[in-house]
């Protein structure tokens, strides 16, 4: 069975430092990745994914992740985090070998910038 | 740029009414999906749609029903709704293999 974990609820880090959201994965076969964001009162919206290829992906908003097949990890970094940054992060895992429509999402870590 | 749209932003319902929740996407995608957003549990698979009139079962069906006559439109249903039903609904649509791309949001609060 397909499982996602972001094991943090709320990450807090100061403007101008670099951010990490962790998350990790289960899935039988090979994964899709992905990481979303959500703003206050608005649906998710699409940052980055990986599905094949170079294990560091990069994405919207200066955002970057790096996939690591021996933890199952698939964190979410930034180098320098600013107070825009503020919101709700999901990740997400989809099994590309069964050709599974399902997308599971981790619980959310809220992510909170301060000036 | 993908545009998903959802009837309504929020929405105030008294128990035992019949709701009807539209989705509209404007990519001609294949894939729609509901789910709904609770704090705590992230976004939980209500159904999802592989084509015109084609509709599977998500991890939390009971209470709800689907239809999707046109690619371009899915229709969630609260035959009868309950106050466990309040919630966000996040309706989504997708080309294969692909990232999702998601509507606006439904804040649905059943009294």
């Known amino acids: 069975a397909q499982s996602v974990a972001q094991p943090e609820d709320q990450v807090n880090v100061a403007e101008g430092n670099p951010l990490t959201v962790k998350c990790t994965y289960s899935v039988s076969g090979n994964p899709y990745l992905f990481w979303y964001v959500q703003y206050p009162n608005r649906g998710l919206q699409f940052l980055l994914k990986?599905?094949?290829?170079?294990?560091l992906v990069k994405g919207s908003y200066g955002f970057e992740a790096e996939f690591n097949k021996s933890q199952t990890s698939f964190h979410l970094k930034k180098p320098s985090a600013l107070v825009s940054d503020s919101a709700l992060y999901f990740c997400a895992v989809r099994d590309s070998d069964t050709g599974g429509f399902k997308t599971i999402f981790g619980a959310g870590t809220r992510l909170f910038v301060k000036a | 740029d993908v545009k998903v749209t959802q009837s309504s932003r929020y929405l105030v319902k008294r128990t035992g009414e019949k709701v009807f929740l539209e989705c509209v996407q404007d990519m001609d995608h294949e894939n729609m999906f509901w789910y709904r957003q609770d704090p705590g549990l992230g976004l939980r698979l209500i159904y999802f749609s592989y084509d015109v009139k084609m509709k599977e079962k998500g991890d939390i069906p009971e209470g709800y029903s689907v239809s999707r006559e046109k690619k371009e439109r899915f229709s969630l249903i609260l035959e009868s709704a309950s106050t466990n039903q309040t919630s966000m609904y996040l309706c989504?649509?997708?080309?294969?293999?692909?990232?999702?791309?998601f509507g606006p949001g439904t804040r649905l609060t059943v009294t």
């Open positions: 989504a649509s997708r080309d294969r293999g692909r990232e999702q791309y």
């Open positions: 990986y599905i094949t290829g170079d294990n």
